[in-house]
């Protein structure tokens, strides 16, 4: 089985300051891991993924992720935030166990960035 | 553009008709997918295609659910006889191997059952 938890609803920051968005994630074997945004009324964004190799995986738009096997945790982050970042931030999984290729997603975490 | 492309955008029908949207892949890319989505959840997978196979359905899909996809390169997901709690944004995306590969997806259909 294969689930991921994004433990925050909403984040609020102000633009220029960090932005963190958390995951965390459960599966049998190991995960291959991913971010997507939604815009309003829009379909999903690919930002970026994990497969292997170095933990600290850069994306599109300035975003990067940091990969955790101890804590289970893919958090996305971006060193100083938009207002154009605001949207709804998707993390998602799969289990390279299987031969399963479904992606199992969080509920979403909404980010707020204001001006 | 050639993103995945999905049609109608928008669907509002009334409860006990069928409907059925359309799903366009990137070209060439040999799997493709269906969630859905409900307000304020994540996508939740519903089915996918390899080339023309149906290789996996989840059991979110009751047997009103139909999908198909012919000829390997379009797909139609078909909801015969509505009820209110098939509204929802029906998202569409594909992907290409070398696996694991990055799913790609559309706009998403919307559908309203009154």
């Known amino acids: 089985a294969q689930s991921v938890a994004q433990p925050e609803d909403q984040v609020n920051v102000a633009e220029g300051n960090p932005l963190t968005v958390k995951c965390t994630y459960s599966?049998?074997?190991?995960?291959?891991l991913f971010w997507y945004v939604q815009y309003p009324n829009r379909g999903l964004q690919f930002l970026l993924k994990y497969i292997t190799g170095d933990n600290l995986v850069k994306g599109s738009y300035g975003f990067e992720a940091e990969f955790n096997k101890s804590q289970t945790s893919f958090h996305l982050k971006k060193p100083s935030a938009l207002v154009s970042d605001s949207a709804l931030y998707f993390c998602a999984v799969r289990d390279d166990r299987g031969g399963d290729y479904k992606l199992s997603f969080g509920a979403g975490t909404t980010v707020t960035v204001r001006a | 553009d050639t993103g995945v492309s999905q049609n109608p955008r928008h669907k509002i029908t009334k409860r006990g008709q069928n409907v059925t949207f359309r799903c366009d892949p990137i070209s060439e890319h040999n799997r493709l997918y269906w969630y859905r989505q409900t307000l304020g959840q994540g996508p939740e997978f519903l089915t996918y295609?390899?080339?023309?196979?149906?290789?996996?359905k989840s059991r979110l899909l009751s047997d009103r659910f139909s999908a198909e996809r012919p000829k390997g390169s379009f797909s139609t997901l078909e909801i015969q006889r509505t009820e209110q709690g098939d509204s929802a944004m029906y998202l569409c995306?594909?992907?290409?191997?070398?696996?694991?590969?990055?799913?790609?997806f559309g706009p998403g259909t919307r559908l309203l059952v009154l």
């Open positions: 599966v049998s074997g190991n995960p291959y």
């Open positions: 995306a594909s992907s290409i191997d070398p696996s694991p590969e990055t799913q790609y």
């Open positions: 295609f390899q080339n023309e196979a149906q290789l996996e």
